[in-house]
C-alpha cells in the first residue's frame, strides 16, 4: 500500500479545485500524471467516466470512489481527496467528503487488487474514516491509508481474512443451536472496491446476526471458488453483483436473494433477514433467479429502466446476427444480381466455376443468418427477464412470429411474455422433490407451451397485422413525412453515440430487413448515413482545428475517420466523454440533416452494416454520399463554434495564456 499512495497523492482541500465529481476525478488524476502514474490523462479519465457511467460510486458515509481498470495506467495507484462542500458521488444519502481515485493497470495482478480490496474494507471501519476527516496534512493521511489504523496494508488485509467466518464457532463456546449458514457472491464491473466492501459489509451484519457466511468476491482477475462442503451446507444464497454469477449452477435449489453490489453494502442486515426468510417459506430461487446485470437488480430501479435493460439485452444478442447475414446477403447481390434471391438451393445446384454459384452461396448463408434474427431477439430478452431459463420460451416465440409474420414487433412481445411467464413460474413454492428438474424440465415445457398458444391464438395475429401496416406506412412514406423521419433517426442514432437510443434506431431499421420493402430499406439507409456523421465530423474537426482539441483526442481523430466510414458510431464516444455538452449537440445536428436528406433523396440500403464500404449496394450511392457529406459538414462547424467560444471566455491571465494551457489539456466540461 505504501507504493500505491504517498503525500504528493493526497488533497485536502479539493474544494479549491473541483466541485463536480469529473472535475474531482481530474483534479486527483492529474497528481497522478505528474507522479508518472498515469499517462494519459484525457485517455483515463474516459475510463473513469465509463465505469462512472456504469453505476454511481458513492456509498453511503459521504464517501465516493470513482475506480478503473486503464491501458493508461502504469501501476497501482491510488489517490485520496477532502471536500468541506462535498461532491456529488450519487450515493443516497447525499454528497461525499471523502473521495477515493483508484487506479489499476488493465493487467493488474492478484496481489495488488488484495491490497485496494483491504481499503475497501477499511472504509466500512468508521474509525478509520473518522481519522481522516480529523486528519490535519496530506502526510498523516497517508500513512493512515498506509497504515490503516495502525497496520500496514498487508497485516490489515491479512486481518480482514482472519475476521472472515470460516466455521464453526469454537468449542468453548458451542452454540445452542446449529447456525444458519449463507454463502454469497459478490462482483461489481472493475472487481476493485465494491466487490469486497460489500463482502465486508455482509461479514459484518452476519456477525451481528449470529449466522455464518462465506463471501465469494468475483473480482475481474479472477475467483477462488467457495468449497464444495461449505456449499453443500449453506441454508442459503446472497447474490449481491452487478456483473454476470459465474458458474451460477453452482448454487441451484437453495434459497436466494439477487440483488446489485451496492444494495450488499448499503443494507446487508435487510438481506440476511430477507433470504432467512425466503429459507423458512421453503423458497428456492438459485437456478432461475434474474440477473442484475440485465434487469437493473436493485429494487429502487423503476419499470422503465428495467424494460430498457430487457430489451438491450435481446438487441446486443441478435446485432452479431445482423452483421454477418446482412453483409453476406448484400456480398450476393453485389456478385451475383439483384435476381440472385431466385437462385436454386446451392445443396441441389453448385458449379464450382461459376461466380453466380457463388453469390448464391453467400446470399443464402445470409439469409439462414438473418432467419435468427427475431428467435434471438426474444429468446435473449427473455433471458434478460429470467435468466436460462427464458431462453426455450423466448426462442420458441420468437419462432411462432416468424411463422405467422409478426415479425420484428412479434419478436418484442414474445420476449416479454416469455419472460414474464418463466418469472411467474419462479414464484410458485415447489416442492423439494420437484427442485432439481425445474430449470431442465418443467420451467422450459410449461413456458413453452404457454408462449406458444399466446403466439399463435391470442395476440400473435393482431401484432402481425399491425406489423403489416408499419410496413405499409413505411412503403408509403413521402414528402414531409419521410424527412420528418429521417431527422428523428438521425437525432437518435447521435444522442448516445451507440447507447440505448441508438440501438433502438438501428433494431428498427434492421427489424424492417427481415421483409424488406422500399420504405424499410429508406429508413436502413437513413439509420446507417446518420450513425457515421458522429466519428467523421470529429475526425474533420480535429484536422481542421487541431489546437481546440488535446494531443490525445487528435490522436483519436485519426482513428476516427476509419470508424466513421465503417459506420462505428462509437468513434466519438473519447470526444464526447472529454466535452458532452458541445460535442453531442453538433453530432445531433449533423445527424438530423444527414438523415434528413438521405429520406428525401430517396436512398436504400440492404446490408445493415458496411458504411462506405457498401456503398456500391446503395441506391441512389452519389446522393447518399452527398447527405453524409453535409451532415458532417454541420456537425464539423458547429463543434468548432461551440469550442471556439469556450475558449475565448476572459481568463485571469489572458486569452494567450488561456489558448497555450487548453492546448496542453481539455478543462472539465461545464
Sequence with gaps: MSEMITAELVDLEIDRSAGTKEAAARALAERMVSLGRVTDLDGFLADVAAREAQMPTGLDGGIGIPHCRSAHVTEPTLAFGRSADGIDFGAPDGPADLIFLIAAPAGADDAHLTILSSLARQLMDEEFTSALRSATDAESAAALITGGNGRTGGEAAAGSAAEEPTGPQPEDDPPSAEPFRIVAVTSCPTG?????????????????????????????????????????????????????????????????????????????????????????????????????????????????????????????????????????????????????????????????TDTTSWAALLFQIGGLAFAFLVPVLAGYIAYGMADRPGLVPGFVGGSVAVTINAGFLGGLAAGLIAGAVVMGIQRVKIPTVLRGIMPVVVIPLISSAVVGFLMFLVIGKPIASLQSALTDWLEGLSGANAIILGVILGLMMCFDLGGPLNKVAYAFAVGGLANPTEGSLKVMAAVMAAGMVPPLAMALATTVRGRLFTKTERE????????????????????????????????????????????????TLRAPHGGIFVVPLIGQPLLYLVAILAGVGVSTVSVILLKGARKQAPSESGAKAEEAVTEERVPAAV
Design 192 to 352: 476493485i472496491a465494491h466487490t469486497y466492501m460489500a463482502a465486508e459489509s455482509l461479514e459484518s451484519a452476519a456477525r451481528e446476526a449470529g449466522v455464518e457466511i462465506t463471501v465469494e468476491t468475483q473480482g475481474s482477475a479472477g475467483f477462488t471458488r467457495l468449497d464444495p462442503a461449505v456449499l453443500a451446507a449453506a441454508d442459503a444464497v446472497i447474490f449481491a453483483h452487478d456483473v454476470p454469477v459465474r458458474e451460477k449452477d453452482r448454487f441451484a435449489g437453495k434459497p436466494t436473494v439477487d440483488v446489485g453490489v451496492k444494495a450488499g453494502i448499503s443494507r446487508p442486515a435487510e438481506l440476511i433477514a430477507e433470504v432467512r426468510a425466503k429459507a423458512a417459506r421453503g423458497e428456492a430461487t438459485a437456478d432461475v433467479g434474474p440477473s442484475p446485470v440485465d434487469n437493473a437488480g436493485d429494487s429502487g430501479d423503476g419499470y422503465g429502466t428495467k424494460l430498457r435493460k430487457w430489451l438491450m439485452s435481446g438487441v446486443s444478442y441478435m446485432v452479431p446476427f445482423v452483421a454477418a447475414g446482412g453483409l453476406l446477403i448484400a456480398l450476393g447481390f453485389a456478385i451475383g444480381g439483384w435476381k440472385i434471391d431466385k437462385a436454386p438451393s446451392v445443396a441441389e445446384h453448385f458449379v464450382w
Design 556 to 603: 483519436n481523430g485519426k482513428a476516427a475517420w476509419f470508424l466513421g466510414a465503417s459506420f462505428i458510431t462509437e468513434g466519438a464516444i473519447p470526444f464526447a466523454a472529454a466535452d458532452p455538452l458541445r460535442v453531442i449537440p453538433a453530432s445531433m445536428a449533423g445527424g438530423a440533416v444527414t438523415g434528413a436528406l438521405s429520406m428525401a433523396f430517396g436512398c
